[in-house]
């Protein structure tokens, strides 16, 4: 029996194989959920090519969580492919321009760079939560990523910004979801050799950072951890937590100089 035996679980942000949201949906497959995966329209090839890896291949949506018609049709849209209620949705969309939001420019950064970063990697965090509300059951539980951004780190400038509003968007969240007995959590892991790591200036400066001062080691090629962390969210497991940040990120954070 599986952890999340009957459920139905839209994972976004699903790209290369290599990509966090890609483990959690083969995983979240493993342990017995429907999983339907999405990506913004331009990337939807990409996306379709990386799930003919899973099995069963799961349907495939174009979804861009900062378009507010796209969002108004998400409901439609998951009833046109049969569901009728949606037990978890799992938020990995983060984007911040590398050219001029992050590698050291943060001073330099513009607004109008500044509310790309804000919108796609924090606002859209609550908007997509309050799109697929109407499917949501009894219960249900919404699971985001960040990099935890309660210190600041080389490089990360204003998507550090970004995620520091998502941590407290994610509190408020949960206090306003809470009524409803909707949980909602983020995993915070550790650097992994994702596309979306790969743009940003400069971060395999942290693969040794994390080598030598994780306690438990950290391997930045394995997704596994981590997307175990946000599966277990999404299960049953965690009836009473929510508002909570989950570090999978071989304990680097518990650790000082």
Known sequence: MGLLDGKTILVTGVTMHTSIAFKVAEIAQQQGARVIVSNIPRAIRVTQRAVRKLDPVPEVIELDATDDQALAALPATLRGLGVERLDGVVHAIAFANPKTALGGEFLNTEWKDVDVALHTSTYSYVSLAKAVQPLFGDTA?????????????????????????????????????????????????????????????????????????????????DAGAAAKGIVALLSDWFPATTGEMIHVDGGLHSTGA
């Open 141 to 221: 539980a919404v699971v985001g990523l960040t990099f935890d951004a309660t210190v600041s780190w080389p490089f990360y400038d204003w998507m550090g910004v970004a995620k520091s509003g998502l941590e407290s968007a994610n509190r408020y969240l949960a206090r306003y979801l809470g009524k409803d007995q909707v949980r909602c959590n983020l995993v915070s892991a550790g650097p992994l050799d994702t596309m979306a790591k790969t743009s940003i200036p400069g971060a395999d400066a942290f693969n040794d950072l994390w080598g030598e001062r994780a306690p438990l080691g950290w391997d930045t090629k």
